[in-house]
């Protein structure tokens, strides 16, 4: 398979850019890390054969950073830092662009500022408005920044226009109500973003690429028309930007535009359709995960570069194996947010599910073996421990073996393939497929092992994950309560009327799995969240006409408290919203009296009744699956436990992938 526009390339007479993927903006936690500029250094390096690296958002002063003791670049002291980055990626062939981003009302500090004093409502701070002065000392300060970041030797910038951001802020009626000449008219409203373009021109140079992110749909009420949209881009164009890039819905917009369920390349018509209206280069984003969904996007025209930022943490070599065609050995990203986003909104160092290495790059080194200290190692179990602890093994220079009782490898993932939403898990299997031919890796698949099948090897890691917890409720062997594992797996089926026992995340995915609409297409997601695609109100948002459910499914749990409060930060209000939409009750403190031929008997409030369901549906919880584990202790065989077996919380693929690598790195 050949790729042959995504590797076309791009000159502007001062930059030839070599290829058509663009690394988007990441805030990683590198930026304000312990060793922070080198570990950057290697991060970014890693990723040069992107045609171009847009960094983390870094704040032009104080006033605009994310959180107390976010980076800025503000003066001399803070070059040599980026100094080292850009002189990485330089050394490996790349080109790198410094994003300016302020925050505005977004930050997480007590001295925010906006163009109004208005709160925003994912923000607990209330922001102080700018006066006049202060608007054109932060606009000098953009300046001084794209100044300051040529001379760190950076090839750009990229001007954050977009998401809800100070410069969103300006230009949208939503959070600009000034009077004065920053405000009011729309031509008073993007006086800001412009006056920034100029003056970042001027202070960095004409030979010095510049990239502004234009929020082409806010997904918010009050946002920007289309029409604003069109005429901003053409006076950003007037300004001197070279590249346009799209920026899609604003933090606080209760539309899902990142997350899994949001269809591959969702927004790319959004770009298409400004590429009518102006002639420098567009960036399509979002969702954009794979080489055949960015080729797609550029063979139809619709953009001339497209963003991939979490696909470059999932396979940082993801272009130079979409060039050789050898799409198999891809690191797909699957939109789980677990290691990225959520890592960033707990004030951690991003990472990602299926790449650890991710931003550990310095930290996390496999180191290859030869000779005598080769071992010969067994894994049991071929789920995402498994897997990722054989074909780290192997690589390594290790004889492995990997066994597995099911005809297939995948594990919890092969469930998980079945969830709408979280399709994008069969990659992760198929590269992981992959990559055990291509280490060595002998698997012997409908093997269930004994010790003495794994007597003489040198060491074993015992990937056996887990199986379902049966709770303890009298009547739970009737014919009508079934496991999360047999329903998913299409042994057993759900009636119209089910009762989900457990409200972790398994729960919820059971009951996005129960009540998904069949035959549903990817164009359904955009009357589901309102998202205008004849873009003719403002924010291009409309009344959302939520998919309906043929079952009604009532979620259960027995602690108190908001079911999905264990579900991913960036992603769990994603969850609650479909299944409240589709009529799902959700039920939390409840007692589990007994399961009855009718249904199940629960205490809730303070009174007891029958739920009449056809099906009960039990998600409460896994217990490891460690039948081998004394066995081989008592052999003397030495034993390793990853992923489920050695703890069985919630299903975590992050903690189970990042387990089986360390313990064959370590082996």
């Known amino acids: 398979m050949t790729f042959p526009r995504l590797f076309q390339e791009m000159d502007f007479g001062f930059l030839r850019l070599a290829n058509r993927i663009v690394m988007g ?144 802020q300006f230009i949208a009626p939503r959070t600009n109500v000034r009077t004065d000449s920053w405000g009011g008219s729309f031509e008073n409203r993007i006086r800001f973003p412009l006056e920034i373009l100029r003056r970042v021109k001027k202070a960095a140079g004409d030979d010095f690429l510049i990239v502004f992110r234009l929020s082409c749909l806010d997904l918010v009420e009050e946002g920007s028309t289309w029409e604003e949209v069109v005429a901003l881009a053409k006076e950003v164009q007037k300004a001197g930007a070279h590249i346009i890039n799209t920026g899609i819905g604003w933090h606080e917009a209760r539309v899902p535009t990142i997350a899994a369920v949001v269809p591959h390349g969702a927004y790319a018509w959004v770009t298409a359709k400004l590429k009518q209206e102006v002639s420098i280069p567009l960036v399509a984003v979002n969702r954009i995960n794979t080489a055949e969904v960015a080729e797609s996007i550029l063979a139809r025209g619709d953009a001339d570069f497209v963003s991939m930022a979490r696909p470059l943490l999932a396979d940082p070599k993801l272009p130079e194996k979409a060039k050789r065609g050898d799409v198999g050995a891809i690191n797909t990203c699957i939109a789980c947010n677990q290691a990225c986003l959520d890592h960033i909104f707990e004030m951690k160092v991003a990472s990602c599910l299926v790449n650890p290495f991710a931003c550990h790059e310095t930290e996390r080194i496999v180191t290859p073996v030869a000779g005598s200290a080769r071992k010969k190692i067994a894994v049991v179990g071929a789920g995402p421990a498994g897997l990722a602890a054989a074909t780290t ?42 990559e055990l031919v291509r280490t060595g890796v002998t698997v012997k698949l409908g093997a269930r092992v004994g010790v003495k099948d794994l007597a003489g090897f040198d060491g074993v890691i015992l990937a056996s994950g887990v199986t379902p917890r049966i709770p303890k409720i009298a009547g739970s062997d009737l014919p009508h309560v079934v496991n999360y594992h047999e329903l998913l797996a299409g042994t057993k089926r759900a ?52 998919w309906k459910s043929a079952r009604r499914v009532y979620l259960l749990q027995r602690k108190p408290g908001k079911p999905g409060e264990t579900l991913g930060k960036t992603t769990g209000w994603v969850h609650k919203a479909s299944l409240k939409a589709r009529g799902v009750e959700m039920l939390s403190g409840v007692t589990y009296e007994r399961i009855v031929p009718a249904g199940i008997e629960i205490t809730y409030r303070d009174e007891t009744k ?32 990853v992923g489920g077996a050695l703890f069985a919380g919630e299903l975590d693929a992050k903690r189970a992938i990042l387990e089986g690598t360390k313990a064959a790195a370590d082996m």
């Open 25 to 168: 903006s990441m805030h990683t936690g590198l930026e304000e890390a312990s060793k922070g500029a080198e570990r950057m250094a290697a991060f970014y390096a890693a990723r040069a054969g992107a045609g171009l690296i847009i960094t983390g958002g870094v704040a032009p002063n104080a006033e605009g950073r994310v959180s107390e003791g976010a980076a800025t670049l503000e003066n001399d002291e803070h070059v040599a830092h980026h100094a080292e980055v850009t002189a990485a990626v330089h050394a490996a062939g790349g080109r790198i662009a410094l994003q300016i981003l302020h925050t505005g009302r977004y930050a997480y500090h007590r001295k925010c500022v906006a163009p109004s004093a208005l709160q925003a409502p994912i923000n607990q701070m209330k922001p102080r408005e700018l006066s006049h002065d202060e608007v054109e000392r932060t606009i000098d300060d953009f300046a001084n920044c794209a100044a300051l970041a040529r001379k760190a030797g950076y090839d750009g910038v990229e001007v954050m226009g977009s998401e809800g951001y100070l410069i969103n």
């Open 610 to 641: 029958v739920l009449a369901v056809d099906t009960i549906v039990l998600c409460a919880g896994q217990e490891s699956e460690l039948s081998l584990k004394a066995p081989l202790e008592a052999a003397g065989i030495p034993v390793t436990l």
């Open 393 to 434: 093994a192997a690589a390594r220079g290790h004889a492995v073996t990997l066994f597995e009782a099911e005809s297939r490898v995948g594990g919890q993932f092969q469930l998980a393939c079945v969830i709408p939403g979280k399709e994008d898990y069969a990659e992760t299997v198929r590269y992981f497929e992959n």
């Open 495 to 546: 009636g119209a009327t089910v009762a989900v026992i457990g409200a972790g995340g398994i729960g919820f995915d059971v009951s996005e799995y129960l009540t998904h609409p069949e035959g549903e297409t990817s164009d359904a997601y955009y009357d589901h969240w309102g998202v205008d695609l004849a873009y003719a109100s403002r924010g291009g948002v409309k009344r959302p006409s939520p």
